[in-house]
């Protein structure tokens, strides 16, 4: 019982690197209509340049991609997948796609093995969620100076409002950016403190 090598450690990777469809952007783009035919194109460090062609159909998506199983030849893989509206409670619908493993419904699927999956059917984890609380800190730290348009390096005291943010969210934004760099340098301060 909790041996060597138990827990949750995930050795095939996270759901950022895989390759992923996502209703929402389709939509957006106007891609769901019955009759349409679109190409989908990656250019990620993981996969790099790949494509998928689909063809719209009422209520099904027909996705057709080439897949490349470790060390054999390519295979063409013609991939049905069911798609629903569901209604809004204040008007408006929105699109999900059908798991073809589950047959739940999902925004995105991911690429696993030669097929796209949700991502409870692909059992893997966010990157984030294997992160430590000093590099959760570090990550939500840049983002609030993105937010506040400042330097890596500026002081917080030193900070000043962008224009046309509201002058509470400022002060918010500034309060989070205290309790997450307090976070961060939290192991510099316990190493100076060891010096000492």
Known sequence: MGGLGSGRWSV????DDCISIDIRQWRR???????VRFTSVWDTAASPKQSISVEVEVNRLVL?????????????VELPILWTAAGCHYGGCRMWFQCPACYLRAA?????????????????????QSESRTDRAARKSARIRMQLQAGRNDAV???LRP???HRL???????????AETIRLLPFQKWLEKLR
């Open 169 to 179: 969210t400022f002060d918010r934004l500034k309060k989070c950016l205290v309790e």
């Open 12 to 15: 095939r990777g996270y759901l």
């Open 64 to 76: 057709k991609y080439q897949w490349v199983p470790d060390g054999q030849e390519r295979q063409d």
């Open 108 to 128: 995105k699927l991911y690429l696993q093995a030669s097929t796209f999956v949700c991502r409870t059917c692909s059992r893997l984890p966010y990157q984030s």
């Open 157 to 159: 005291s030193m900070l």
């Open 163 to 165: 224009k046309g943010m």
């Open 29 to 35: 783009e106007g891609c769901l209509r019955p009759g």
